[in-house]
Each structure stands twice: as structure tokens, then as C-alpha cells.
């Protein structure tokens, strides 16, 4: 079965550094895509950011990046200059290519401090 | 564009009523899902549906009910309501399979007192 690990449970940072979420995903197989959404306090889910296992690129959406790591199933989120409007839950999330449901890891809380 | 809608957004129940969390989307979504989320936790999946008049079971889907009569329309039934099932109640939908991720409604949440 595949399986989503966020090993940080909650994190702070300084307004405007950088911070990188771990992510690390179980899986066999070789076509599927992987998520990460944010969860502010309003506890509206947001799509941040998707990458295809097919590409090596990483994806990147202005100043946020990943940095994904196939071989070593790992996929970790990089938040650049971070504001106090990034302060929410991070969900990191998998699905494979012929899989109805996407699986979601347990979240990190992530708090920017002024 | 709407996007996917949840009614109500709040909601108090007492020991042993029933209600119906709404669902809607406007994007002729195919896929359907319902996620509860507990107090600092992740997220569970309860029932999903890949079409109209298709539904199936997630991981947690004991005291819940759905159908899906049309594309549109995702409603969640919770029968004698307990307070096990205070929680934060998440519709989503999405196109297909694979590479498009969920978008999300905002979110019911459900108190049972």
C-alpha cells in the first residue's frame, strides 16, 4: 500500500528565510503524480504546487519549489522569503496514475514569525 | 465559477439527530470526495464516487451515507449522530485520475453535543 510521511510535525522560521517540508512517499510504481496543499487558518485547502513523477524538473510556482527525488522517494517542499501569509498546515499528498483517491500525509504545521 | 460549494458551513447537532451535508460543484467533475478532518490531524477519506450513481467506501465510512444521483451533487448523510463524528467535513472533486489534484469546498464545520 502506498504511504505519505511528513516527519515534521511543526515548524517556525523567521519572516522572510527560507524553509524546506520534508516528504518522503512509499510506492512500486512508476507513473504517478505528487501534491503539496496548504491549509491556512481559514481551513481552506489550497493547491500549491504538482510535479509528475515522469519529469525531472522540479516544479516550481513562484516562490515556492520542490525538490523531488525519485529514486529516493522523497519530495520536499521550499518555501523562498516566507511571509506571514504562509503560516498554515502543509499537506503533502501522492496518486498514482490509475488510483481513484489521492493519499494524503498527516500535515506540518508551519508558523512564520515577524 | 463557483467551484465546489458545501452547505452548511457550521453546525450543531444533538446526540442521535440526523443531517445532510451539501455538496456541489459547477465544473463537470467526474470525481467526488468526502474527507472528515479531526482537531490537528490529517485528513480521512469517508466516501467517494466516480460517477453519477457510483459511490464507494473510504477508510472511515461506518455511520455515513452518500449518493449520487447527478454529476453535480455529492451529499453526505450522517444518520444518529455521535460525538465521535464532531469534526471538520471536506467535500472535494476533480476531472480524472492522475495528474489533476482536488479542488477543495470550504469546509463544514460539525459539532455533536
Known amino acids: 500500500a502506498q504511504t505519505v510521511t511528513q516527519s515534521q510535525p511543526e515548524m517556525s522560521v523567521q519572516e522572510a528565510e527560507t524553509v524546506t517540508l520534508s516528504c518522503t512517499y512509499d510506492t512500486s510504481e512508476n507513473n504517478y503524480y505528487l501534491f503539496w496543499y496548504k491549509q491556512p487558518p481559514s481551513r481552506q485547502m489550497i493547491l500549491v504546487i504538482r510535479?509528475?513523477?515522469?519529469?525531472?524538473q522540479n516544479a516550481t510556482e513562484n516562490r515556492f519549489s520542490v525538490n523531488f527525488q525519485k529514486a529516493a522517494k522523497s519530495f520536499s517542499l521550499k518555501i523562498s522569503d516566507s511571509q506571514l501569509g504562509d503560516t498554515a498546515m502543509y499537506f503533502c499528498?501522492?496518486?498514482?496514475?490509475?488510483?481513484?483517491?489521492?493519499?494524503f500525509g498527516k500535515g506540518t504545521r508551519l508558523h512564520i514569525l515577524p | 465559477n463557483a467551484g465546489v460549494t458545501q452547505t452548511p458551513k457550521f453546525r450543531i447537532l444533538k446526540i442521535g439527530q440526523s443531517m445532510t451535508l451539501q455538496c456541489t460543484q459547477d465544473?463537470?467533475?467526474?470525481?467526488m470526495y468526502w474527507y472528515r478532518q479531526d482537531p490537528g490531524m490529517g485528513l480521512k477519506l469517508i466516501y467517494y464516487?466516480?460517477?453519477?450513481?457510483?459511490?464507494d467506501k473510504g477508510e472511515v465510512p461506518n455511520g455515513y451515507n452518500v449518493s449520487r444521483s447527478t454529476t453535480e451533487d455529492f451529499p453526505l448523510r450522517l444518520e444518529l449522530a455521535a460525538p465521535s463524528q464532531t469534526s471538520v467535513y471536506f467535500c472535494a472533486s476533480r476531472p480524472r485520475q492522475g495528474d489533476y489534484g482536488y479542488t477543495f469546498g470550504s469546509g463544514t464545520r460539525l459539532t455533536v453535543v
Open positions: 465544473m463537470n467533475h467526474n470525481y
Open positions: 510535479q509528475e513523477a515522469y519529469k525531472q
Open positions: 499528498a501522492f496518486n498514482m496514475n490509475r488510483d481513484d483517491k489521492i493519499i
Open positions: 464516487s466516480v460517477g453519477a450513481g457510483i459511490t
